[in-house]
């Protein structure tokens, strides 16, 4: 044997020695932990299965990550899940459609924030408890409306869609000024006892079905009125290089979020005894049951309608970034589903 093939089997022999030593299957390169954000809320319920039933652990263990450690962490708006995200403290984060959109925007071509999977299509309502108001434009300065974040929230930017649609192009902010930021919950007690001056809430399921519920509340408009049908209200986002380094975890996550959404919608006397568990809530079983098997309520990781919030966001200003499909907001794995 020559010396020249002599070294070059050396070489060979080195590197299958040396693949030999370094630990099977690309499992062993995934992080040991993932940390997952999660909010109160109806909308939150494929997570709170996840959580309950663990089933992203039981899907991690298919794959070969039968270790994984999974950290929830509950914050109360997408501004928190988005700094979460950007601070390299959280890896996976869920929200509305607003915040997940703004961060998608200012992301583009650095961390590359994009959308793992829809949560769900839930209408959210406008309600008011101030009789004379039957419409946007009964509104008056003695109105106050409460939601999440005044000009950020999708409630927010629903109504500003809203609003340029009642009273015309280019008026979109017509109605900023009757907004306060307030906490749904705050929202809704302020709303019943007709305090701190709020006569109405631009808020989410439970709150809003809870304040219809109520003598002298009544709904002013429908996001899917706005938005032409059903549209995704709550999704879950993530970094293109979590994805990238830890591909098991990625797909252990959208497999355990279908197997929750799976549940949900062939089961919903389960769905409720989970949330009812999970979010520490005292309301009526018969009460939750109906919000979820609502023909309005769809739980599905298809994102719906989210192109059309991007182009009004892009066409007011709020965001940079643009999009020519709802495609270019998510990671491929559902790009299969028939989104819009």
Known sequence: MGEVRKRRLAAVLAIVVGLALVPSGAARAEQNEVRIAIQYGIGYLPLHVVRHQ???????????????????????????????????????????????????????????????????????????????????????????????????????????????????????????RFTVTMKHPDALSALLSKGAGITGHFGGPPFQEQELAAPGIHRLLSSYDVLGGPATFNSVWTTAAFRERNPLIYDAFLAALRQAIDLINRDPDEATRIYLAEDESKLDPAFVRRLITSPDAHFTTTPLNILKYVSFMHKTGAIKADAQSWKDLFFPEIHGEPGS
């Open 54 to 176: 663990k089933l992203l652990e039981q899907e991690a263990a298919k794959r070969g990550l039968p270790d994984l450690a999974v950290t929830w962490t509950n914050l109360g708006g997408g501004s928190a899940m988005n700094d979460g995200l950007l601070s390299g403290s959280l890896d996976l984060v869920s929200g509305g459609v607003g915040a997940f959109v703004t961060i998608w925007a200012k992301t583009r071509g650095s961390l590359d924030v994009r959308g793992v999977a829809s949560l769900n299509a839930l209408p959210i309502y406008l309600v008011t408890n101030n009789p004379a108001v039957g419409s946007l434009k009964d509104l008056t300065d003695q109105d106050k409306i409460a939601l999440p974040a005044v000009g950020v929230s999708i409630q927010a930017v629903t109504l500003q869609m809203a609003a340029e649609q009642a009273f015309g192009p280019g008026h979109y902010r017509d109605l900023d």
